[in-house]
């Protein structure tokens, strides 16, 4: 069984301060996990993924997480907030065996931005 | 190329009543996933098919809940009757791969979800 402890439901920056969103997880197996970003009214978008090659993962819009096996770790980071990163994001854990493919996703972190 | 779709956006029900929802997810995929997203909360998988059969529906409230993808390609999911706490956003998804295959190819891609309202 898999599942994703995000800690902290709300998180508030200022622009241009680091941004990090904390995700710890639970596998049975090697994980995969990924990170999603929710804009209001709209689906999930993909930021970046781990699929057990480099431990640093680069996504889009500026946006890394480090894979720490030892502390079950997969935290996002951003060197620099920007007003549009404003939105909920989503870490998520992939399963296997006969649900291979499904996410189990954490409960979100709304991200909020000051200027 | 074109993303998931899902209709409709948004819809209002009475509780006991049923609705239906719509995904057609994007051309190729061969997987498909309903997720129920309720409200500060993630998406929780409810059904998931590999072409037009079910891989995985153990989270779907088998008495209410209802999905089909008849020729492996749209799909549907149904609620009768609809309860209060079916309040969420239904969320589709669907990958270019089954249940083998590369790690790069397990992106999910997410339509706009469908927003339920029962009062």
């Known amino acids: 069984a898999q599942s994703v402890t995000q800690l902290g439901s709300h998180v508030s920056v200022s622009e241009g301060a680091l941004v990090l969103l904390r995700c710890n997880y639970s596998?049975?197996?090697?994980?995969?996990l990924f990170w999603y970003v929710q804009y209001p009214n709209q689906g999930l978008q993909l930021l970046l993924k781990?699929?057990?090659?480099?431990?640093l993962v680069k996504g889009i819009n500026g946006f890394e997480a480090e894979f720490k096996k030892s502390e079950t770790s997969f935290h996002l980071t951003k060197p620099s907030a920007h007003m549009s990163d404003a939105a909920e994001y989503f870490c998520?854990?992939?399963?296997?065996?006969?649900?291979?493919?499904?996410?189990?996703f954490g409960q979100g972190t709304i991200l909020t931005v000051h200027p | 190329e074109a993303g998931v779709a899902q209709s409709p956006r948004y819809k209002i029900i009475e509780k006991r009543q049923s609705v239906a929802f719509w995904c057609n997810p994007i051309?190729?995929?061969?997987?498909l996933y309903w997720y129920q997203q309720i409200l500060g909360q993630g998406p929780k998988l409810l059904i998931q098919?590999?072409?037009?059969?079910?891989?995985?529906d153990s989270q779907l409230p088998k008495d209410r809940f209802s999905a089909e993808r008849l020729k492996g390609v749209d799909s549907t999911l149904k609620i009768q009757p609809a309860k209060l706490e079916d309040s969420a956003v239904y969320l589709c998804?669907?990958?270019?791969?089954?249940?083998?295959?590369?790690?790069?190819?397990?992106?999910?891609?997410f339509g706009p979800g469908t927003r339920l309202t029962v009062t």
């Open positions: 998804a669907s990958t270019s791969t089954g249940t083998s295959g590369g790690a790069g190819s397990y992106e999910q891609y």
């Open positions: 781990y699929t057990s090659a480099a431990t």
């Open positions: 998520a854990v992939r399963g296997g065996g006969t649900s291979y493919g499904k996410l189990t």
């Open positions: 051309s190729g995929h061969a997987t």
């Open positions: 098919f590999q072409n037009n059969g079910v891989v995985d």
């Open positions: 596998s049975s197996v090697p994980p995969y």
